[in-house]
């Protein structure tokens, strides 16, 4: 069985740890921390946005999302995605009234009904009523759910509500004409089914970090001061959630993912109304048939289960120009096939000594083939053996600096070297040029990460480059030199 291994790090983020890598997936001192800082910040999307309409980004090893998200997050804070409402006399306020439903229809558009509730109830599905709408069910052989929620025009419009719009404001979505694509790629599926139901908590939530592994670099970090840096929207969670169940249906039925969901174990990590969100998608999806009748559904649960605000927060998810595309491959597979050119590529993956399939010579050389001339790959690794390869593919490279802790966080790579703004040093370079900066290949880009470590550590053995630690004593004397005189 599918085992999580989760604990809040000290920006109130979920991180994870890998018993497989030995490894944790993102930094105790806050996931979205170290995705803003290391990926979004460095990128400089909103000079980006400045001077361009579109923009296509890579999320290389997805995880649980955080890279993708702190880009959404970050978008609609600085408003570059935008709603503009068109009848401005329509109160969301309706929403909040509950008596008998009623039904407001019009040809070709499909209505909101508001008690579309699965014809098979459960206690699960009851107290996910209770959680979220507070209704008293009563149930029998049959149920009724009482203080139903009254969804009818506003007296001084003559808007109607409809469900495959939205919001029913006869509204229009204007993100000042940008269009977003992201692909997003993982090999597990479970991590990115999950992604849209974790929770930024808070100090208090750090009580729950009762680990059931032993990692001491955890252990000591998550004893730091709690820091809330970075607030994450709740409709970033939304939009997630809507692509993934609409473009991945298998969700409904997977057998590991559900369990995970449904434990007690993992519960106090997950947005329990996104839980309720998806609970009721799966029991209540089945009622709509044809599947193209999805997305009216979701709109119908959304304004059925969610709290007024994540009922204003839903309003972003009218994007009518955004596509998530997630794949759930090796990504060296999914980029053999994809003919997209990307703005920006975040390269996520585990560590190059564990991970050495996503950091080899010939995967830089096929993102080379899929980054754009004035594009930028992030990455928080500084490896030598990385940044050689990097200039191996055509790469200009740099350095990511982050002024707040005044170290260097990451590596970028471009095809155009103005956009570099911290330069490789003189000590980087002679490093680069160390046996540190052997990079490992893999020439049919198909190799097992065993395979690849086993001939990167048969190269490093044969070779008469001077080794890491010599340079590294070298150079400290040399520089010591020069200081005295």
Not at 168 to 183: A, D, Q
Not at 192 to 206: C, V
Not at 328 to 333: F, G, P, S, V
Not at 432 to 458: C, Q, T, V
């Amino acid at each position: 069985m599918y085992e999580l291994h989760p604990y809040f790090t000290n920006d109130g983020s979920v991180g994870l740890f890998s018993p497989e890598a030995d490894d944790i997936y993102h930094s105790t001192y806050g996931a979205l921390s170290e995705a803003y800082e290391k990926f979004v910040l460095p990128a400089n999307l909103e000079n980006f946005f400045a001077n361009n309409s579109e923009i296509k980004v890579l999320d290389i090893c997805y995880g649980i999302g955080y890279n993708t998200k702190s880009f959404l997050n970050f978008l609609i804070d600085k408003k570059i995605l935008n709603i503009k409402i068109k009848n401005k006399n329509f109160s969301n306020k309706i929403f909040e009234k509950f008596s008998k439903k009623i039904f407001y229809k019009k040809q070709n558009i499909d209505s909101i009904h508001t008690d579309n509730i699965s014809k098979t109830i459960n206690s699960e599905t009851i107290d996910i009523y209770k959680i979220i709408t507070n209704d008293e069910i009563y149930s029998d052989n049959n149920f009724i759910i009482k203080n139903k929620l009254e969804i009818s025009p506003d007296k001084n419009t003559n808007a109607s509500i409809y469900s495959n719009n939205v919001s029913g404001l006869n509204s229009t979505c204007s993100h000042l004409n940008k269009k977003i694509f992201i692909k997003a790629i993982d090999t597990d599926k479970n991590l990115f089914y999950l992604s849209p139901f974790f929770r930024q908590g808070n100090k208090s939530d750090k009580k729950y970090n009762k680990l059931d592994f032993n990692y001491e670099k955890i252990s000591k970090l998550l004893n730091n001061d709690f820091s809330h840096k970075y607030k994450l929207n709740p409709e970033v969670n939304l939009i997630i959630l809507k692509n993934i169940v609409e473009k991945i249906p298998e969700i409904f039925e997977d057998f590991d993912f559900l369990n995970i969901l449904k434990s007690r174990k993992y519960s106090p990590f997950f947005d329990r109304k996104i839980k309720a969100l998806f609970w009721g998608i799966k029991y209540e999806r089945g009622i709509y048939r044809p599947p193209e009748a999805l997305g009216a559904f979701l709109h119908n649960i959304y304004y059925k289960y969610i709290s007024i605000r994540y009922k204003k927060a839903l309003n972003s998810l009218i994007l009518n120009d955004f596509i998530f595309e997630p794949s759930i491959e090796d990504a060296r597979t999914s980029l053999k096939r994809d003919e997209n050119i990307y703005n920006f590529i975040f390269l996520d993956a585990f560590t190059p000594a564990k991970c050495p399939a996503l950091w080899s010579l010939e995967f830089f050389k096929l993102l080379f083939d899929h980054l754009d001339n004035n594009g930028m790959i992030l990455t928080y690794s500084n490896s030598s053996a990385v940044r050689n390869a990097m200039i191996n593919a055509g790469f200009s490279v740099g350095k990511i600096y982050n002024p707040e802790i005044d170290k260097f966080t990451g590596t970028i790579a471009v095809k155009n070297k103005s956009l570099i703004k911290y330069e490789l040093s003189e000590y980087d370079l002679g490093l680069i040029n160390s046996r540190a900066g052997i990079f490992y290949r893999d020439e049919n880009l198909n190799l097992p990460n065993e395979a690849i470590i086993e001939a990167h550590k048969k190269e490093i053995a044969l070779s008469d480059k001077i080794s890491s630690s010599a340079f590294i004593k070298n150079y400290k004397k040399q520089n010591k030199e020069i200081n005295q005189k």
